[in-house]
Each structure stands twice: as C-alpha cells, then as structure tokens.
C-alpha cells in the first residue's frame, strides 16, 4: 500500500495546525512547495489545499498631518513661527535697524570731529590783542578845547582777523583828572595787517588844558573796546572785550603839532 506523505502548513498563529503540524503544502523531502508545484504534483492523492506564498514583510509609515498633533509647543517657538511666516518683514526691518545705526554712527563721528577740529584750532591760531601806537598828538581849538590822535593799529594774530567795534569809549587822562572823551572808530584788519586810526577826543566842560603847558607833559590814554576775531568764514571766538592803555609824554601842549618824547601802550583781554 502507497504511503501518504501528510501535507504541513506554514502559516501565522491565526493559522489552525492540526497534530503540531504546519498546514503548508511540503514535499518528501521537507521543502515547501508553492502552490504550481503542488498543482503539477499528480503523486500526492487527495485534495489538495494551495497555501499562498509567503510575502517579505513591509514597514508602514503613517505620516499624520502637523495640525492633527495635539500638543502646545513651548512659548518661545511662537517668535520661531512668526519669523518663518513672515520673512518679507523680517528681511525689511533688519536693513532699516543697520541703516538708522549707521547714520547715528556717522552723526556721532563728525561732531565728534568737528569739536577737536575747533579745539585745535582755537590752541593754534589762538588771537592776540591789538597793538597801538601813537603817531600823531595835537590840541585843537584854543576856546573850546579838544585833542587828535593819529593811531598805528596792529594785529600781531597771524591767519585770524580782527574787527573792532565803533563806539568804544576812549578817554585822555592827566594826573587822573579827566581831560577829554570821546567814541573809537569801527576798525578791521587782517592777520599780521596793520592800519593807522584817527581818533578825535572833545573836552569836558570842566577840563582846560594843564598849567604847564609850555613844560613836558605826562598823559595817559585809555582804550576799551569791543573786538571780534574770525578764521576764514568762522567766528569761534564770539565778542571779546580789550582794554588799551597808551602812557605818554610830550614835550609841550602850546605847539600845533607835539612832539612825542615817549609812550608805552600796552593792549590786552579783559
């Protein structure tokens, strides 16, 4: 009598097995025979149960949609998300943050240049007074009296001009008693320029000329004035108020035209 080879399966745990055995179609020799050759296999009487052929097992990934995901994110990836949703905002603000830096950068830079700029030169071309001298003296009018001066002005400050303001007061002086007044004319000059000044002084009602009039006298004659010195087209020094002080003798006052036998005149700022 033929022997049957009994048929085994291969299946999952949900697969039935019968007497321990695997349900899969197999051959004498053991080997799993798919479901052609068990067909063509014409040996094996009985019917015949095609178990379908083992497939290789996949990986399913399951992509779920981002707002599907329940779960808050921290409070400092709202800024994150804001910046990814509006780039246009982002790229635009930056530019105008540098360029407004920029600009306060360079403002700070050139006040700051321009202030050493006019510290150096206010220590370089620092002004100097005005220097006087007498070059002519002479009384006027024997009745009412009065006294001319000729003025040799000059300004010693090399690249700065100097402007002097009209109605300055001016005084002759004589033993401190008060001869004459009278107003300094408007005068400018240029650096290292120089310029003579006429000055006319009117007696005072009191005044007369002094009793020796036919001996040396000593007078004194005084300047204060208003003085503004420019660098080109910059006045950096503003108003400045001088002080001249001239200390001369002259042989006589009866003369037209006195002789100056000595003077000192010294200019300074108040």
């Not at 007497?19 to 053991?30: A, C, V």
């Not at 000729?150 to 008693?177: D, E, M, W």
């Not at 003369?255 to 000595?262: A, F, P, W, Y």
Request: aromatic fraction near 8%; charge should be positive; hydrophobic fraction near 35%.
């Amino acid at each position: 009598m033929e022997e049957r080879v009994p048929y085994s399966y291969e299946a999952d745990e949900t697969t039935p097995r019968q007497h321990g055995r695997s349900l899969s179609p197999s051959n004498e020799h053991g080997r799993s025979l798919s479901s052609l050759e068990v067909e063509e296999d014409n040996n094996y009487p009985g019917p015949l149960v095609l178990a379908h052929a083992a497939q290789p097992r996949e990986t399913l990934v399951i992509q779920i949609p981002k707002d599907q995901i329940y779960r808050v994110p921290p409070p400092e990836n709202a800024k994150i998300v804001e910046a990814y949703q509006n780039p246009v905002n982002n790229k635009k603000g930056k530019p105008r943050f540098s360029v407004c830096c920029w600009v306060f950068l360079a403002l700070v830079l050139f006040g700051a240049f321009i202030g050493i700029t006019i510290l150096v030169i206010e220590n370089v071309y620092k002004p100097e007074a005005t220097t006087f001298s007498i070059v002519d003296f002479r009384v006027t009018n024997k009745t009412h009296i009065g006294y001319e001066f000729t003025l040799k002005s000059k300004n010693p400050s090399g690249n700065v001009g100097i402007t002097i303001s009209s109605g300055g007061a001016t005084s002759l002086i004589s033993k401190s008693h008060k001869l004459s007044s009278g107003k300094f004319p408007k005068l400018s000059l240029e650096g290292q320029d120089s310029n003579n000044v006429h000055l006319t002084l009117n007696g005072t009602k009191s005044s007369g000329l002094p009793k020796a009039i036919h001996d040396q006298v000593s007078l004194e004659l005084t300047m204060d004035v208003s003085a503004n010195f420019n660098l080109w087209f910059l006045n950096l020094w503003g108003e400045m108020d001088m002080k001249v002080d001239c200390k001369f003798k002259v042989k006589s006052l009866k003369n037209s035209g006195n002789k100056i036998l000595s003077q000192k005149c010294d200019s300074k700022f108040k």
